[in-house]
């Protein structure tokens, strides 16, 4: 059964960056689209990104949309999440995911897509 480690989560100031990573336990990374999804206190779980398992193509919401870039080293097992310019209401916890089957294609945004997920990284954002 993959295992599904975030890091790279903090406290920043609105307009800062940060970088989360997702690193994969299972050799198969390359075959799955994969995904970030974030949940603030008191709300639902909602799509932030997705990547096709080439590599090739992404998907975001658009709340984040020309902010954050997806981006994966299928060598590494590594999914990254570069999140830029960073607002007080992006503030949340953030979980990557791998989708339920391989080879899909990139537009998976609804949490039943996804089979896996990590544990989640908090990012905290100050204005």
């Known amino acids: 059964q993959v295992q599904l480690v975030e890091s790279g989560g903090g406290l920043v100031q609105a307009g800062g960056s940060l970088r989360l990573s997702c690193a994969a336990s299972?050799?198969?990374?390359?075959?799955?689209?994969m995904g970030w999804f974030r949940q603030a206190p008191g709300k639902e779980r909602e799509f932030v990104a997705a990547?096709?398992?080439?590599?090739?193509?992404?998907y975001y919401a658009d709340s984040v949309k020309g902010r954050f870039t997806i981006s994966r080293d299928n060598g590494k097992n590594t999914v990254y999440l570069q999140m830029n310019s960073l607002k007080p209401e992006d503030t949340a916890v953030y979980y990557c995911?791998?989708?339920?089957?391989?080879?899909?294609?990139?537009?998976?945004?609804?949490?039943?897509?996804?089979?896996?997920w990590g544990q989640g990284t908090q990012v905290t954002v100050s204005s």
């Open positions: 990547i096709h398992w080439s590599g090739r193509r992404d």
């Open positions: 995911a791998r989708t339920k089957e391989r080879l899909t294609d990139v537009y998976r945004s609804r949490i039943t897509d996804y089979a896996a």
């Open positions: 299972v050799d198969t990374f390359s075959l799955y689209t």
